[in-house]
């Protein structure tokens, strides 16, 4: 294969897409409404690619989407991502926040300070919505300070953050501040 392909595969939330090039996966396409709009998201996005059978490390990603999605684990270590062309501070956020279990969230301040750049929540929050390679980077497990997670990515579709999280595991999503780390509740005392 030379240049870039997709194809369009079917998850227990619809029908996805994945684009990749000859160097990894550029981009991953959750459901839109319709399989028409998420094949017109990808055509905009990636109006180079044409529609193929995926090599190995696609359908490596996408056996680990599809399970994801039917909310068991999943492990994407071994799929290879095409990362040219993405700022190098992206690049970082997107490691920190592959390492990011299941069932488990984090903040934008979380990932900052683990960057070392404790002020640069914003930019990493941007990172986050600039997220091309949504599941596989999980960036629906990053969220804000006071854990709301309804939004959605420019490549999620029509599903939110919080759904996926909820397919995950992960009930009430709300993340795990470094406050809470750092000065952790005591569990409250039973009288007697």
Not at 58 to 71: D, K, M, N, P, S
Not at 170 to 182: A, E, I, Q, R, Y
């Amino acid at each position: 294969m030379s240049g870039r392909a997709y194809t369009i595969f079917d998850t227990a939330i619809g029908r996805c897409g994945i684009a990749w090039g000859d160097a990894g996966i550029v981009g991953v396409q959750l459901p839109e409404a319709r399989e028409i709009e998420t094949r017109k998201r990808l055509y905009r996005l990636y109006p180079d690619a044409r529609e193929t059978r995926p090599p190995a490390n696609v359908e490596l990603a996408i056996e680990g989407i599809v399970t994801l999605l039917r909310g068991e684990g999943s492990d994407f270590a071994n799929v290879t991502l095409d990362m040219s062309g993405i700022h190098a501070f992206n690049q970082r956020v997107y490691q920190i926040t592959r390492a990011i279990p299941r069932g488990e969230t984090r903040t934008y301040r979380e990932i900052a300070t683990r960057l070392g750049a404790s002020g640069a929540t914003h930019s990493v929050a941007r990172a986050i919505a600039s997220n091309p390679f949504v599941i596989i980077v999980p960036c629906h497990r990053v969220l804000e300070a006071d854990g709301y997670a309804d939004k959605m990515s420019p490549h999620g579709g029509v599903i939110s953050q919080r759904r996926l999280l909820s397919i995950e595991g992960v009930g009430n999503p709300s993340s795990k501040t470094l406050f809470d780390v750092l000065l952790p509740v005591a569990p409250p005392r039973l009288p007697g």
